[in-house]
């Protein structure tokens, strides 16, 4: 049954609109994920850059432990040893959905003491365990570290980018695999990265007119149950086409977004204003102080004194007043802010103020 549902797929994909996304863009199997590593580990080979011990004595005691699995016991007395070549570092990384025994993966390494700088260090070979406390990854190299610093005798320095972290690409070998439910069940759910009503409504609508009723089903705004063949090949073929299915996504939430430290407006296209009048100036007022000497006449019993004098002036812009018109669009919001050569920050009080007014028919975001 499946194998000729496939070829109905395929048929169908080329038929649909081409300003539709694709499912693989707006959605994501329920299942099918990232999962989060991380670790603890030491940075050897530093060039004097390494953790400071009187300050940072886990470094010492972790590299005691790691000579002691080999045998070597260092000397009681030498709790003062400063290993300015050794950081210790924490170390993560991100397992892929799929990623079998035997792959490689990156892995992030940051400083977790007072080291100076870890470039040209590598990492010894480092556990990276889940949340399970499971070793899934073993991690070990050389760092690439893109900043760098350098200080001279006077106490000078220059820093550029963050020396205190690096990272190792395909630096892990994952010695265990993840179970991802792919395979499970007569069913898939999709996730929609924007949970949205219409758009899940539409991924129903569009899987159920070649597939027949009830192959896909909407749980919530936010996800769609989709019967799926039991056979993982067959499954793998049938996602296949399927995340490529055209859908017509939702329109978005109306939303501006204001960004006050830099200045940044973000107004989404379904922002509409209602009827409104807005006007917008500024008064500026300028003080100037001057000093005058005052001269007494000649043989008079007066005395030369210094007399301070100010002057006030007061100037304010004059900018019309706009309209706004029911239903009002971006474009001519963005058309009439210009005409008056409103700034970013005059516009921010703008849209404040037409929000305050209930004029303005989006939610208003400040970050």
């Known amino acids: ?51 400071q011990t009187t300050q940072t004595p886990f470094t010492l005691q972790t590299f005691n432990n790691m000579l002691a699995q080999f045998g070597i016991k260092v000397p009681a007395g030498s709790g003062n040893v400063q290993l300015k070549n050794v950081a210790a570092v ?26 100076k700088s870890l470039r040209g260090g590598s990492l010894l070979m480092t556990q990276l365990k889940g949340i399970d406390g499971q070793t899934y990854a073993i991690a070990q190299g050389n760092l690439v570290v893109g900043g760098f610093d350098a200080e001279g005798r006077d106490g000078s320095k220059i820093t550029v980018n963050v020396p205190s972290a690096g990272r190792i690409p395909s630096g892990a070998t994952v010695e265990r695999t993840v179970p991802s439910g792919f395979d499970q069940g007569n069913s898939l759910t999709l996730n929609l990265n924007r949970p949205d009503f219409t758009t899940a409504k539409h991924i129903v609508d569009r899987i159920n007119d070649m597939l027949g009723p009830g192959v896909a089903q909407a749980i919530d705004g936010g996800s769609v149950r989709v019967s799926a063949p ?52 500024s008064l500026t007022v300028t003080i100037t102080e001057d000093t005058q000497v005052s001269q007494p006449a000649p043989f008079s019993n007066g005395q030369t004194a210094v007399t301070p004098r100010s ?18 669009t971006l474009d001519e919001i963005v058309r009439a802010v210009n005409q008056v050569g409103a700034a970013p920050s005059d516009l921010m009080a703008i849209l404040e103020a037409l929000k305050q007014a209930g004029a303005l028919q989006a939610e208003l975001i400040v970050i």
């Open 230 to 281: 039991l056979d993982p090949n067959q499954r793998v073929d049938y996602m296949s086409v399927l995340e490529n299915l055209e859908v017509q996504s939702g329109e978005a939430v109306a939303k501006v977004i204001i960004n006050s430290r830099t200045g940044t407006i973000v107004i989404g296209q379904n922002v509409r204003v209602s009827p409104a009048a807005v006007t917008h100036g």
């Open 90 to 115: 924490s170390v993560h990384a991100d397992l892929p959905p799929f990623a079998k025994p035997g792959q490689t993966i990156d892995v992030t390494i940051s400083s977790i003491g007072n080291s």
């Open 311 to 328: 002057t006030v002036n007061a100037q304010q812009e004059a900018k019309p007043m706009f309209k706004f018109g029911p239903g009002t």
């Open 1 to 51: 049954m499946f194998s000729r549902l496939l070829l109905v797929l395929g048929l169908s994909c080329l038929a649909f609109a081409a300003q539709a996304e694709r499912l693989k863009d707006i959605a994501s199997i329920q299942g099918v994920r990232s999962n989060q590593l991380i670790g603890y580990g030491l940075v050897v080979g530093l060039n004097g850059t390494g953790d």
